[in-house]
C-alpha cells in the first residue's frame, strides 16, 4: 500500500549512524543516497528489491528550522524472526537509539507478537516487530 515513507533528521550522519548499524539487523540496508538535490541530503533503505523504503533526510538549508517528529507518529519495521528484533534493538541503543520497550512479547496484540521499541535521535518512534511463532 505505501511505496515508501521519509522522515526529515536534523543531523543526517548521527541519524545515519544508527539506522546503517541497525537495519541491516532487519534485513534492510541503505541502497539509495541523494547529495545533489539543492536544499535536501537524503538516505533511502531497502531490502532485497533495491527500492528504497524507507527515508531519512536532512535540509542543508541553514534558514530551514528544525524538524519536529509528529506527535504519534511510529515507524514498524518488519523483522524475519525474533533474533532480528533483539539484535535492531541492541544496535540501535548501541548507536544513538533510546530505549522505549526492550524486546518481548506483546499478548495485546497477538500471542506470537514480538516487538523492541526505540526512539530515534530525532525522537521518532521506532518498533521492529516479528509475528512468527519461535
Not at 507518529?73 to 524475519?80: D, E, G, S
Not at 535492531?88 to 541503543?93: E, G, S, V
Request: hydrophobic share 40%; with cysteine; aromatic share 10%.
Amino acid at each position: 500500500m505505501i511505496d515508501h515513507l521519509s522522515i526529515r533528521v536534523a543531523d543526517l550522519a548521527r541519524s545515519r549512524a544508527m539506522y546503517d548499524a541497525s537495519l541491516p539487523e532487519l534485513g534492510y540496508r541503505l541502497v539509495m543516497t541523494i547529495d545533489d538535490a539543492p536544499d535536501f541530503k537524503g538516505l533511502g533503505y531497502g531490502g532485497n528489491s533495491h527500492e528504497p523504503a524507507f527515508w531519512i533526510g536532512a535540509s542543508t538549508n541553514p534558514d530551514d528550522p528544525a524538524p519536529v517528529p509528529i506527535d504519534g507518529m511510529h515507524v514498524a519495521f518488519a523483522a524475519q524472526n525474533r533474533p532480528s528484533v533483539d539484535a535492531w534493538y541492541r544496535a540501535a541503543l548501541a548507536h544513538g537509539g533510546k530505549d522505549n520497550g526492550p524486546p518481548g512479547i506483546r499478548h495485546q496484540y497477538h500471542p506470537n507478537y514480538y516487538a523492541a521499541y526505540v526512539i530515534d535521535p530525532d525522537g521518532y518512534h521506532l518498533e521492529a516487530v516479528c509475528h512468527l511463532a519461535p
